[in-house]
């Protein structure tokens, strides 16, 4: 089975420019996961939903590793999973309810994003959640909720309780279980989780080095917003920094856009 998916031919014109150029974005979200090693092997997953609808959203061929994920080989769904285009793939059932919930309530999520990394987990199991420990942390702090553990996400009656807990908000702390972030567009939802890890990742390491904390004030989380609009220059971290990371990947891991 291996070799047909890993030759799976490109499909570019089966489909509408913009189409396209989500399947491309999405496939080089996967592989920056795998690059920054955000992955857990095949079990997460990031969606984006297809230009131009609202009920049909793309998700990753389920087996596949994350460095193999190309814009051809994504899977695209409707809100009851089923198989939009002929494909050989299954997908996550997990990712499934968790994204069809987040797609169907928030027409501005493009693009849904969710990780279990180790250091996202690692605080996801802390009573305090995310501290105001560091700069990266406001932006965090700024739009964050939380959503207890209710086992793997494979029932529809979790949905809602989703939905609610996320809100209008842009992360998404899963208790005991990893992170999730939305955004207007897949750049602007993997910015976030960079965000989101590297937060995670401080605060390890702070908790780490047994010394007492120095915290960031409310006012100054109150402000975040419109200091990241001053930083980013109003373009938005996806807007900027998207262009010299699908760079990166052309150089270590190309063929995300086949």
């Not at 494909?87 to 994003?113: E, K, M, Q």
């Amino acid at each position: 089975m291996a070799q047909p998916i890993l030759d799976l031919p490109s499909r570019h014109d089966q489909y509408t420019a913009a189409e396209w150029q989500t399947r491309v974005d999405l496939a080089a979200a996967y592989r920056l996961v795998a690059l920054f090693r955000w992955d857990d092997l095949v079990f997460t997953h990031i969606s984006a939903r297809v230009p131009g609808t609202e009920d049909q959203f793309l998700i990753n061929p389920y087996g596949l590793m994350f460095e193999e994920i190309t814009a051809s080989s994504l899977v695209e769904v409707d809100m009851q999973g089923n198989k939009l285009e002929d494909s050989p793939f299954p997908v996550n059932p997990a990712g499934f309810t968790i994204h069809s919930a987040i797609h169907a309530a928030r027409h501005d999520a493009a693009c849904v994003l969710h990780t279990h990394s180790i250091n996202g987990i690692a605080v996801s199991a802390q009573k305090q959640g995310v501290l105001p420990l560091s700069q990266h942390s406001i932006f965090v702090l700024a739009s964050l909720g939380y959503h207890d553990y209710e086992g793997v996400a494979l029932r529809d009656d979790e949905k809602p309780r989703l939905v609610r807990d996320l809100g209008s908000k842009t992360n998404l702390m899963l208790r005991n279980h990893g992170l999730l972030t939305v955004g207007p567009t897949i750049p602007d939802a993997f910015l976030a989780m960079y965000m989101f890890e590297t937060v995670c990742t401080i605060q390890v390491r702070a908790q780490a080095g047994g010394g007492e904390f120095t915290q960031v004030h409310p006012e100054i989380i109150a402000t975040a917003g419109e200091q990241s609009r001053v930083v980013t220059r109003g373009q938005g971290a996806g807007a900027l920094a998207w262009p010299g990371l699908k760079r990166r990947l052309d150089r270590q891991m190309p063929g995300y856009d086949s």
